[in-house]
């Protein structure tokens, strides 16, 4: 992972751009208006931040009257702050920025016939042997339940666990036939 | 310098091209079956002309090139695997005869590098090979200028033909059959695309920076290596619903070698598209280096080549 040190004497948003990333999450309250999620969002991506969950709690209400949003982002530490000024540069109230969720979050994608080979079995493996939590499971089958399909699992793993973590899905892998495509650890990716 | 130059494809033809721009003189210039040899620097054109005609460059035995008084050998000839010939034998040669060796061809020094420089060791010349990894990019001269004891890492995307198929798959939804039918179209990938698609040819690479790394010790046997035929387009979609994409990934160490598919975040330095290539050098002591741009192509190789011979010493 990359250098904090430099994020905090650096907080130049065009710093890097070299592939070092880490996972953030910023708590935003919206006005209830159409459009008003879009626009939180576009200063996120126009950021160079990657968006990878928004959840919209559309049924709560803050004590202001607005609508929580929590959003999971990933981006090169030293452009974390550049793309919290962008948010309240965009006029949006952000609530809480930068409290990293997991010890690590980490997506393999598995592919192959995981349905024949039973995915629920494959995913209780991934648990118990991993030492891992699955925090959300995306199946493409294009080919129907009997043919290749792909599977992107995300994973909260404990801190420093990841490399042995990542050893046992690939062992689970190759005992159950399928190709896992794993993250890039190591340096900045 | 003067150079005889032993291939006639892409590489040894635009070395042979470009080496007069570079203050270089031609003496020879071989392919499997003929050689065009003078001793007072060949006429490049006329030998291209002779090859693109007949499909020979000339009408001497290529052997005599050992004869010839030559100050740096080009060995441009066609990557083979296990024993690396004849492209061992063709630097072997030219070592025992206290000349200097300059590589396009990655076999010698991927499969029987401790050989290599045990000759080297024991000779006036010396041996370069910056043209073996990423093309047209200073990857090796960057890990010497660093000194290879201070790089902990090198990793990235070495191959044009499977990041230009992940890339078209990604973009457009595709399998990977029809993006590898595109590509063998645009002249990107090989009738058999094996060795790319299979990573083999990464994985020669990134042997070679092993060897680099750890002075030695490694060969193809010992890399770790999966190729990208069997990721379906829906693998790529998945991934970049988490803002990622896969890219074929290559990493070496002082502990090994491993190529194969990888996610990596889709604005990450890695992900490059299309015949790009780039690699990441991890330091010790200056964080991480990125060097990209074009890994293949005839001209972009020889000027690989070309500084090589810049950075030989006068024998």
Do not use: W
């Not at chain 2, 007072?40 to 002779?50: H, K, M, T």
């Not at chain 2, 490694?218 to 896969?246: K, W, Y």
């Not at chain 2, 598209?273 to 005839?298: C, D, F, P």
């Amino acid at each position: 992972m990359g250098d904090d040190s430099a994020a905090e004497d650096e907080p130049d948003a065009d710093a890097e751009t070299d592939g070092g990333v880490r996972a953030y999450t910023v708590r935003l309250e919206l006005v209830d208006e159409p459009g008003e999620l879009l626009r939180a969002l576009r200063p996120i991506a126009d950021s160079g931040a990657n968006l990878l969950s928004i959840h919209h709690e559309r049924g709560n209400i803050t004590p202001r009257g607005h609508i929580p949003v929590e959003v999971d982002m990933e981006c090169p530490p030293d452009r974390f702050d550049g793309v919290v000024d962008a948010l309240r540069d965009a006029g949006v109230n952000v609530i809480q920025a930068g409290a990293e969720r997991y010890g690590e979050e980490i997506s393999v994608v598995l592919v192959g016939r995981l349905v024949e080979n039973d995915l629920s079995e494959t995913l209780s493996r991934i648990e118990a042997e991993a030492s891992a939590v699955v925090l959300d499971l995306s199946l493409a089958a294009p080919e129907g339940t009997d043919g290749v399909a792909s599977a992107r699992v995300r994973l909260a793993i404990d801190s420093g666990e990841t490399t042995a973590a990542l050893g046992a899905i690939r062992s689970i892998g190759s005992q159950k036939d399928l190709t896992v495509v794993e993250p890039l650890l190591g340096g900045d990716a | 310098m003067r150079l005889a130059i032993l291939g006639a494809g892409d590489v040894g033809r635009s070395v042979a091209d470009l080496a007069g721009e570079y203050g270089h003189e031609v003496v020879a210039l071989a392919d499997s079956g003929s050689a065009a040899i003078d001793e007072n620097g060949i006429d490049v054109e006329d030998a291209l002309d002779r090859k693109f005609a007949d499909g020979a460059v000339g009408t001497t035995d290529p052997d005599s090139v050992a004869e010839t008084d030559y100050d740096v050998l080009v060995e441009a000839t066609p990557t083979t695997l296990g024993d690396a010939e004849p492209g061992f034998t063709h630097a072997k040669r030219a070592l025992e005869a206290d000349r200097h060796v300059v590589l396009a061809n990655k076999g010698p020094i991927a499969e029987r590098y401790e050989e290599l420089r045990e000759l080297e060791a024991e000779s006036a010349g010396s041996i370069r090979f910056e043209a073996t990894v990423g093309g047209a990019i200073p990857v090796l001269s960057t890990i010497e200028d660093s000194t290879p004891e201070a790089v902990t890492a090198v990793r990235g995307v070495l191959n044009g033909t499977a990041n230009f198929i992940l890339t078209r798959m990604a973009a457009e939804g595709l399998d990977y059959e029809h993006v590898l039918a595109e590509a063998q179209d645009l002249g990107v990938a090989e009738a058999d695309p094996t060795f790319d698609v299979d990573g083999t040819d990464a994985a020669l690479k990134f042997v070679i920076l092993a060897n680099v790394l750890a002075d030695g010790g490694f060969s193809l046997d010992d890399a770790d290596v999966r190729g990208i035929r069997d990721i379906p387009g829906s693998a790529l979609d998945l991934a970049a619903e988490d803002g990622r994409t896969i890219r074929l990934i290559g990493e070496a160490t002082r502990e090994g070698v491993r190529v194969g598919p990888r996610l990596v975040p889709e604005n990450g330095a890695l992900a490059v598209t299309g015949t790009r290539n780039i690699v990441q050098i991890e330091t010790k002591h200056a964080g991480s280096l990125h060097n990209s741009g074009r890994g293949a192509g005839g001209p972009e190789t020889a000027t690989a080549v070309l500084s090589d011979v810049g950075r030989l010493p006068p024998l």
